[in-house]
């Protein structure tokens, strides 16, 4: 049939979502038993393109509803309500090792979805489209705040959530790529939560009293409970979180949730410490055959000595460890195994939760975006950049990513919201 | 229209919503902490989904972590482009989980009452001490509509200023899709408004028009167009239009020739949408154009009582010239319904709908207080049998609706203030309509149209011949 003769339509709700609410796609007034191909495009704030693309057929009535249909192939296949958004990869011809982030967390992700005849694979940018719409998917919800913060020599970025608070509070520890990453405490204060992205490797002699500050900070906000404060942490987040949680008298978090982190770290001194090292260990560093660096077993064995790793047992609030059993960056399911072990040990396991994803890798983000399983890396303060290995297979991990995510903010409810004081 | 334009109404608008806020003194200050008689301990949580939806799309409301069986009221607040606060509120009472859900769990009293998923929106009305005689309408399309949602502590239904929410949440109205853009259409005298929606097209066109008060109203157009029609919302009534005295239709066809032109338009795809007057031009134009042909009409709210061959001056002066016939209630509140009735059996007072040559869709509600609607459809039904082209015609007939049947979950009022162009008077009209009717004629008839619209409009794989019925 000439595709002159009908039109379908094509519809996306919510046409503005937050980046972790489902939506859904539909296509209408198609012929029945139609072939198309349902296809996403991103322009990154860096000018890349990332796009996904699934094959459908219509049904007897001209329809597809992506969220009960299966794709018959593409970047995803099967019944996947938001394939087109956690498929999305690099399109051809792209530069290698790229790695989707959302840099202003106040503006939208722009997607790009089309309809295109039959089941095409590539060469999308040169073929008609048959409908198109424009979906934005928002880190910040209406009336969520941005206060930089510059007080006691903190730098960071606070995000308030609308209402008159006072709210619980989290202090966000990205990891060891360095800067001001806003995006996922701007999704957390569209949840409820008072965040504060901190920048803490903006000099290499960083002081634990700079996390004490910054905590701080956070706990005298007038919007904020100041008895109801947890840590989040990233990758070297993660181990800043433990390090401070255990051995620090100012931080006191209620509960703290460590993504792809390890407690194997230099014990008793700085970051600089910790960092000085790892770099000890350089030469257990693999490469594997597209030469992308595995740095797992910098950390590796799992020390027995207790001023080689955090001394968990010594933990008094709960703690949920989100683990990529595919992490080629740190050895992060080694490390929960061991952190159970201690803390049974020491008669704490109860505070204990792990949540253990085969096939995901390490950089276990907020749902519904591209996965990386290599990308470009360079260490704060360093010049040299790495193609690293992080690790995960994008079906599997793009799962971890929305059950992890839905799960952190349970386990962050339970504690910040409604536990009794 | 730029992205980065988009972005600077974006933050206009939350800056306007974040005054909001501080003037309700929902903000904490530095040193001053806001009281709550749940202060440190629990706090409920508020959430809205989608945060950010289109003006039709029906939203979650929910709280959560409340004490089991605890009364709260769910208040909406929203400051309009005329600096009015609106308001609605329902009452409710937590279960035992401690949770309250809009959609399913029933209002006990408030301005809604019942399982209102949308009712904290289209039961909306002026705060107490406000201006009277208002009516809420979005003049600037591109900006939302935001709303503040908040809970309360028990049952209130006033004072809600002075009292700290539990919680509270802000979510976005918008008229206008993502990718939809909005062009002025300045073109051979016709003054208008055109909205395109994203994409390759070709798409179906409409030709918008709303009535007697006049100006530019763009947001039903804004609004269909987000569903995948190019819509013209078109100025024909300002005094820089000059039609007024025009006695032909050419301004008329002028405009819907613009759509057709529209390089993203499908030519024999146009319609045409009007309520009040700009159903009775519809009508016109439809029955006695020699140039134009729509594929399919909405006429909302409108009559065919009216001379063919004068101009629209003439009927509008025509219309008041029948004092007697025009009722002032015991609230000075024009009624002007009976103007038409009984419906003239004079061919030349009114047109000739054996005429039609296109499917009408008729949306009325049977509270019109304004205009005899009802009786305007019976009449138009009885000529169409006559002529033998009924098949053509749906009637839709809402009980309980007034005059203004408006896009979904926007608020109702009976009656509001209106300006007679050419006396340049301001009366207050009834409109009529009860609310919670009036509410659901609104959701019914949208998605009607839409439908409708869609059959019509959107040539579809199956039959190449539209049906005449939805």
């Keep these: 049939m000439e595709t002159n003769l009908w039109r379908l339509l094509l519809s996306v709700q919510p046409s503005r979502g937050l980046v972790d609410e489902k939506f859904s796609v539909r296509v209408q007034n198609a012929p029945p038993a139609h072939p198309l191909t349902m296809h996403a495009l991103l322009h990154s704030e860096d000018g890349d393109t990332w796009e996904a693309f699934g094959h459908y057929v219509t049904d007897s009535g001209g329809d597809v509803n992506v969220s009960e249909d299966p794709s018959l192939g593409g970047t995803y296949d099967g019944v996947e309500p938001m394939g087109l958004l956690w498929s999305l990869r690099p399109a051809p011809g792209s530069r290698p090792g790229l790695r989707f982030r959302k840099r202003d967390a106040q503006t939208p992700m722009q997607v790009r979805l089309s309809v295109y005849q039959g089941h095409q694979s590539e060469g999308f940018m040169d073929r008609a489209v048959l409908a198109s719409v424009m979906v934005e998917r928002w880190y910040m919800a209406p009336g969520v705040r941005r206060v930089n913060i510059t007080e006691g020599g903190v730098t960071g970025t606070l995000f308030l959530p609308p209402g008159p608070g006072p709210f619980p509070g989290l202090m966000d520890l990205w990891g060891g790529g360095g800067g001001l990453v806003e995006y996922r405490p701007a999704l957390l204060a569209s949840h409820g939560f008072a965040s504060l992205a901190l920048d803490y490797l903006k000099q290499a002699d960083v002081k634990n009293e700079y996390f004490e500050d910054a905590y701080r900070v956070l706990q005298q906000h007038p919007q904020v409970c100041k008895n109801r404060i947890g840590l989040v942490g990233l990758s070297f987040g993660s181990s800043v979180a433990l390090k401070m949680s255990v051995y620090s008298n100012v931080i006191q978090p209620r509960c703290i949730v460590c993504v792809s982190g390890s407690h194997i770290q230099h014990v008793g001194g700085t970051l600089a410490d910790i960092f000085a090292d790892i770099a000890k260990n350089q030469k257990k560093t693999r490469y594997n055959e597209e030469n992308q660096v595995i740095w797992r077993d910098l950390l590796l064995p799992v020390p027995t000595d207790l001023s080689k790793k955090v001394d968990v047992g010594r933990l008094q609030c709960p703690l949920l460890l989100v683990v990529g059993e595919d992490d080629q960056n740190w050895p992060v399911p080694e490390s929960a195994d061991d952190m159970r072990e201690m803390m049974e040990g020491a008669g704490n396991s109860h505070l204990l939760t792990v949540l253990s994803y085969p096939r995901a890798g390490h950089l276990i983000e907020p749902p519904y975006s591209p996965h990386c399983r290599a990308g470009t890396f360079m260490a704060a303060g360093s010049r040299k950049k790495f193609i690293a290995l992080w690790g995960g297979e994008v079906a599997p991990h793009s799962r971890a990513q929305e059950d992890a995510w839905r799960k952190t903010l349970d386990f962050l409810r339970e504690n910040l919201y409604c536990s009794a004081d | ?470």
Aim: net charge neutral; hydrophobic share 40%; glycine share 8%.
């Design chain 2, 1 to 470: 229209m730029s992205w980065r334009s988009c972005f600077y109404f974006l933050r206009a608008a939350h800056k306007t919503l974040y005054t909001l806020q501080e003037q309700l003194g929902l903000l904490g200050r530095s040193g001053i902490r806001p009281s709550s008689t749940m202060a440190q301990t629990v706090t409920p949580i508020l959430s809205v989904l989608p945060t950010r939806g289109l003006v039709d799309e029906k939203f979650k409301v929910a709280l959560e972590n409340l004490p089991p069986r605890f009364p709260v009221t769910l208040h909406s607040l929203h400051q309009s482009e005329d600096k009015d606060y609106w308001e609605a509120f329902g009452y409710y009472v937590s279960d035992d989980r401690g949770r309250v859900t809009v959609s399913e769990d029933a209002s006990l009293g408030g301005t809604y009452k019942g399982v209102e998923p949308m009712g904290l929106l289209w039961s909306m009305h002026p705060v107490p001490g406000s201006r009277t005689g208002l009516r809420l309408r979005k003049m600037d399309v591109q900006s939302p509509m935001v709303v503040l949602i908040s809970a309360y502590k028990g049952h209130a239904f006033e004072g809600f200023r002075e009292q700290p929410p539990l919680a509270s949440a802000l979510t976005e109205r918008w008229y206008m899709a993502p990718g939809v853009q909005r062009i002025d259409i300045r073109e051979g005298g016709v003054i208008g408004t055109i909205f395109i929606p994203p994409g390759p097209g070709p798409f179906p066109g409409v030709l918008d028009m709303w009535g007697g008060g006049g100006g530019l109203v763009e947001y039903r157009s804004a609004l269909l167009a987000s569903h995948g029609f190019v819509s013209l919302a078109l100025d024909y009534l300002s005094p820089k239009v000059a039609v007024a005295d025009d006695q032909s239709l050419v301004y008329f066809e002028k405009a819907f020739n613009i759509i057709q032109q529209h390089p993203q338009v499908i030519k024999d795809r146009v319609g045409i949408c009007g309520l009040c007057l700009g159903a009775s031009v519809t009508l016109n134009v439809a029955a006695y154009s020699e140039s134009v042909s729509p594929r399919c009409c909405v006429c909302i709210s409108g009559s065919h009582v009216l001379p063919a061959a004068k101009s629209l001056s003439y009927v509008i002066n025509d219309g008041y010239k029948h004092m007697d016939k025009l009722l002032v209630d015991e609230q000075n509140r024009m009624v002007w319904r009976h103007a038409i009735l009984p419906i003239t059996t004079n061919p030349d007072e009114k047109l000739d709908m054996g005429r039609i040559k296109c499917p009408l869709l008729l949306v009325n509600g049977d509270d019109d207080q304004s205009k005899a609607t009802v009786e305007s459809a019976e009449d138009i039904a009885k000529m169409m049998r006559a002529a033998g082209n009924e098949h053509l015609l749906t009637t839709l007939n809402y009980h309980d609706a007034g005059h203004l049947i408006e896009p979904p979950y926007t608020p109702h009022f009976r009656a509001s203030n209106f300006i007679i162009q050419h006396l340049q008077q301001k009366v207050l009209v009834l409109w009529g309509g009860k609310t919670k009717p009036h509410a659901d004629a609104q959701e019914d008839s949208w998605q009607k149209i839409l439908s409708f619209l869609r059959e019509h409009l959107y040539p579809c794989p199956s039959s190449s011949i539209p049906q005449a019925k939805l």
